[in-house]
């Protein structure tokens, strides 16, 4: 009887551990189905990050492709036609980074909630409320008008779903298992979402909401002065001074501006400006080769797996090499054999909001006078669980209406009953003027290119063989009057809309000009006598002014001296200020021995003593940026008191200074204050406060104090899994420096190329091929990346240069061609 009994507890007992280790528990995946030794995690810890070497039938292949995979996983695909060359570019692709694919278009379509649940719905909704289906919708309408780009989307898109056919549950990536769900089927859409997500990340950014509050209180002149004013140091893309000869004017401004009716107190901040990227080309008169040298490096945000996927094209018209971002079918930044290209946000305003007075009944909206008939747009959500959502999205002629009154805004800078106007939705065919920027062959080919590539407006810099430079802007601009687009626009108003763009033709641009380099870092894009108005937040002329002055003065440039250039960790704030900031500092202290604060003398020897270079170790950094930093808040401090408790943008670094010293736009200072800025006291005040800071958190100044614990790169897991992140890298840089590093913010891909009959080219981004956490080549990269290393970038013209000692070769057959001996 006992044994029955035990028998029968160990069975129930048995029983309900099976239950339990089946039940998927919250967010968490069914622990004994993901610890399962055949199809759960352990399995992902035998997935090769390089392919063996193998021969694969597969029906979609027209002809034999190669792929050889070099010692880092970098595919070098050959093939003999178009179809076969982006099959197997979507096949590559999906091997390595396929939950980084869907991940990435789930979030951008709005879709998240089907993977994790009700948790995401608002963000959910919020994305497909800015129309980021619907952009993405009309971007392959477009793109279906042309045959060429739909025979790209379907083979790249038939590559992704073959590799997705072949996966057995226990290949599947980690974070399926982890999520508890299983790959879709690929398809267009998808690619076109991607494309989508780039503008939001790049041409999304709007403060007018936060900038109307603040002209309401401070007045329209003095905000002008403060945002949209010409720095000090300005360092325009184009050179300054080139004559514009354009018979389109800009269309006129109202003669009074429009008061918005709804101010929000609780505003996100804007993007930061100073956060962007660098790329320049270089003469060949100004070079030791004297052949042109090229450099880029994207800014944006470091992640893991890399926001960048590297590979080489090759197939008959085409043979270009570069990195592009999962799921997009072309090379975005690279070279081919006869020019290289590069490109950087340009950061002109392409984002209007405009306030909208609709009727009682939610049918119509008022514009000139006459209530015009809103459309409707019906999205559906399906929620993990079983719930499926619908949301009904007005949309007028200017665009959707994000928000009702009645309802909260989950990004409160569109607030509701406002509509969105955004060039983002007008995207076009994006496929077709990247794919020919990857065979183009000289400057004219390149412009014919971007002519079409109407988002999202980007600086372009290349370089080609026979030695021309050059940089060009893209882009759907708003033909503007001036100022406008920076506060909140009147959708009553035909005043407000936007009904032309500046032809591309007018867009700046320049050719090799007699400088002998053309750069761009986010800066403003031209000087004032450019006629056109294109928007008021650029990155400070820190890092232009750096990247300038230094090819100014070079003479016979290497390719070394392109990557320190890259590499550079200057300190352009410092080298402009500090001396003034500490003479006042000590200046105060002698006069005002009783001053309550302590400043030691250590901390003033500290900074004098500082090479204004941001090292890693530098503590004279750490506290000459929280310095600066404090400065800012103080010196405008005194003019929050009118606007409550609402914080409002503060002006730029450069204005601030200006302020700070005395300098114009000092006088609007003085005007809102009351009186100038207090510059010694202050000075002295935020340099206590900011060593009160850090002694209180960190200590006594020591070790804890050094830079790289401030600003050192983080790079997370897209879902920031503590576990799959990178720890705080030690290393130099700022967002003022070239090499722009800013937390998790940073060079996300570094190339610099020397254009010879041969072009020679070099790069390197901070990751690995391979996405799988479970093995090393996960973060293959980062230290390389960290330590200022290049690999260098090979362009082969067939699978057999390729081929090396460390390199493997899949074969991709037709299903029905006779098998050949294996590689």
Do not use: C
Request: hydrophobic letters at 40%; glycine letters at 6%.
């Amino acid at each position: 009887m006992k044994l029955k009994i035990r028998f029968l507890a160990t069975l129930l007992l048995t029983t309900g551990l099976v239950i339990v280790l089946s039940m998927q528990m919250g967010q968490l995946p069914p622990i004994g189905k993901f610890l399962d030794p055949i199809n759960g995690i352990w399995q992902n810890a035998l997935i090769p990050d390089i392919p063996q070497s193998a021969t694969i039938e597969l029906s979609e292949a027209s002809e034999e492709i190669t792929i050889v995979f070099n010692e880092r996983g970098v595919p070098h695909i050959f093939a003999q036609n178009d179809h076969d060359l982006y099959f197997a570019t979507g096949y590559v692709m999906a091997m390595h980074r396929l939950w980084q694919m869907e991940f990435s278009t789930h979030a951008s379509m709005g879709r998240l909630s089907e993977i994790v649940g009700d948790r995401t719905l608002e963000y959910d909704r919020f994305l497909r409320r800015m129309g980021m289906v619907y952009g993405a919708e009309k971007m392959l309408e477009t793109a279906a008008e042309d045959e060429a780009t739909m025979t790209m989307l379907n083979a790249f898109t038939d590559g992704v779903n073959a590799w997705i056919e072949q996966l057995q549950p226990r290949q599947y990536p980690f974070e399926y298992k982890l999520l508890n769900y299983a790959p879709e089927t690929w398809s267009p859409i998808k690619t076109m979402a991607l494309g989508m997500s780039i503008s939001r990340t790049l041409s999304s950014s709007n403060s007018a909401l936060r900038l109307s509050y603040m002209k309401a209180v401070w007045g329209e002149e003095a905000i002008t002065e403060l945002f949209a004013g010409e720095p000090k140091f300005i360092e325009p893309v184009i050179t300054p001074g080139k004559r514009w000869n354009f018979g389109l004017q800009p269309p006129p401004r109202p003669d009074e501006l429009f008061s918005p009716a709804y101010v929000f107190e609780d505003l996100t901040e804007e993007r930061n400006p100073d956060a962007g990227s660098n790329n320049w080309a270089v003469a060949g008169k100004k070079t030791k080769s004297g052949h042109a040298l090229f450099a880029s490096d994207p800014h944006l945000g470091l992640t893991l797996p890399s926001i960048w996927y590297e590979m080489q094209l090759h197939a008959p018209g085409i043979n270009t090499y570069g990195v592009t971002f999962p799921g997009v079918p072309s090379i975005i930044i690279g070279f081919n054999e006869h020019i290289a290209w590069g490109n950087t946000n340009s950061g002109n305003k392409v984002m209007d909001i405009y306030e909208i007075e609709i009727n009682d009944a939610g049918s119509h909206y008022l514009h000139n006078e006459q209530w015009l008939p809103l459309t409707f747009r019906t999205e559906e959500y399906h929620v993990r669980g079983g719930t499926t959502l619908t949301d009904t999205i007005p949309f007028t002629h200017h665009g959707p209406v994000m928000y009702s009154n009645s309802e909260i805004p989950f990004t409160p800078n569109i607030p509701a009953a406002h509509a969105i106007s955004w060039t983002g939705h007008h995207a076009g065919n994006v496929i077709a003027p990247l794919r020919a920027i990857n065979t183009a062959e000289n400057i004219q080919e390149v412009r014919n290119a971007l002519s079409s590539l109407n988002a999202p407006p980007q600086n372009y810099a290349f370089a080609t063989t026979n030695g021309d430079i050059a940089m060009q802007s893209n882009g759907l601009w708003p033909l503007k009057w001036k100022h406008q687009g920076m506060f909140i626009s009147d959708g009553r108003d035909p005043a407000y809309n936007l009904d032309e763009y500046i032809p591309f033709e007018n867009l700046p641009y320049e050719i090799n000009p007699a400088r002998g380099f053309v750069s761009s870092a986010n800066q403003h894009i031209t000087d004032s006598l450019y006629p056109y108005w294109y928007g008021w937040s650029f990155a400070s002329p820190a890092r232009a002014s750096i990247i300038n002055n230094t090819l100014r003065n070079t003479r016979n440039a290497t390719v070394e001296d392109m990557k320190n250039l890259q590499l550079n960790t200057d300190a352009f704030w410092a080298e402009k200020y500090l001396g003034a900031m500490m003479d006042s500092t000590r200046q105060f202290l002698q006069r005002n021995p009783d001053f309550s604060g302590d400043i030691p003398e250590a901390i003033l020897d500290s900074l004098n003593q500082w090479d204004r270079v941001f090292h890693p170790g530098s503590i004279a950094a750490t506290i000459f940026e929280q310095w600066r930093n404090e400065v800012l808040i103080l010196l405008w401090e005194p003019m929050m008191k009118p606007l409550k408790d609402y914080r409002p943008m503060l002006p730029p670094t450069d204005v601030s200074f200006r302020v700070l010293f005395h300098e114009p736009p000092a006088q609007v200072y003085k005007n809102l204050h009351g009186a100038p800025p207090a510059t010694a006291t202050l000075l002295a005040t935020s340099l206590n406060n900011v060593i009160s800071r850090l002694e209180e958190n960190h200590g006594t100044m020591g070790e804890s104090w050094q830079w790289w614990n401030f600003n050192g790169s983080t790079i997370k897991h897209l879902m920031n899994i503590k576990a799959l992140n990178h720890d705080r890298i030690k290393t130099g840089g700022s967002n003022q420096s070239p090499k722009a590093i800013s937390g998790s913010h940073g060079p996300s891909w570094r190339m610099v190329a020397e254009l010879s009959d041969t072009i020679q080219a070099w790069g390197i981004y901070p990751g690995g091929q391979a996405a799988n956490p479970a093995t090393k080549g996960y973060k293959a990269f980062v230290q390389d990346w960290a330590e200022g290393n290049y690999y260098e970038l090979r362009l082969f013209n067939n699978p057999e240069e390729a081929q090396s000692e460390n390199s493997t070769t899949i074969r991709l057959i037709p299903a029905n061609k006779i098998h050949t001996k294996q590689p």
